[in-house]
């Protein structure tokens, strides 16, 4: 994060297909929001106790397994609400894509207890994080912000864009969705994606090659 924004992140790579887990917490009071436990919960279980963190609540960027593969074991050990946006939740059900599933160790997840919304703000200790709606990748994808920076989830990516030939993508969207509400964010800001490296709203404005 940011220097002076008073959060912090630490990212955990989970799964066979590699998904960055975030766990972003307030300085001040360590808690913490865990973005995307999508599988491996020891291992995100086992930051978690390195960094003397305390979950306050589980959020998903979109409902694909590789994501929500785990929230089950986050919710449960530590009691906390889950947050998905409303258009997502029929995900949630892992053995509806059964082979994937058994492929990634991903579990069925409980029910959202909170659905997120363009504009919510998500308290973690004394900080927040703001939801962005950016639908495409799935109909219910979102981004979370805070302090100069984004977790776009699999929406955009250094040098890449999220897939939209899944059930409920549309390229349109996503296309409009980072034109209209990632590129116009500061260029500074930092991108935090599902997979692969961190870049910046600067860097993936003037060299991603499907928005260029
Ligand atoms: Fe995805």
Request: with cysteine.
């Amino acid at each position: 994060m940011t220097p002076g924004t008073g959060m912090k992140h630490e990212m955990v790579v989970v799964g066979a297909l590699e998904t960055n887990c975030y766990l972003v917490y307030c300085e001040e009071t360590r808690d913490c929001a865990v973005i995307d436990p999508g599988a491996e919960p020891e291992k995100i279980v086992s930051t978690i106790a390195d960094l003397e963190l305390k979950p306050v609540v589980v959020l998903n960027t979109h409902g694909h397994v590789d994501h929500i593969g785990a929230n089950i074991d986050i919710v449960q050990k530590y009691r906390v609400p889950l947050g998905i946006h409303a258009a997502d939740t029929g995900m949630l059900q892992v053995s509806d894509y059964i082979e994937l599933s058994l492929l990634l160790g991903a579990k069925n997840s409980p029910p959202p207890d909170r659905l997120l919304a363009e504009g919510d703000e998500i308290a973690v200790g004394r900080k927040s994080l703001r939801v962005i709606h950016i639908p495409g990748h799935t109909p219910g994808s979102v981004g979370f912000v805070h302090g100069g920076v984004l977790f776009s989830g699999d929406t955009l990516f250094c040098g890449g864009v999220g897939r939209t030939d899944l059930p409920g993508g549309s390229w349109k969207d996503l296309e409009r969705s980072i034109r209209d509400r990632i590129l116009s964010l500061p260029e500074e800001t930092i991108v935090l994606p599902g997979h692969g490296p961190h870049t910046t709203v600067e860097q993936e404005r003037s060299s991603n090659p499907f928005l260029t």
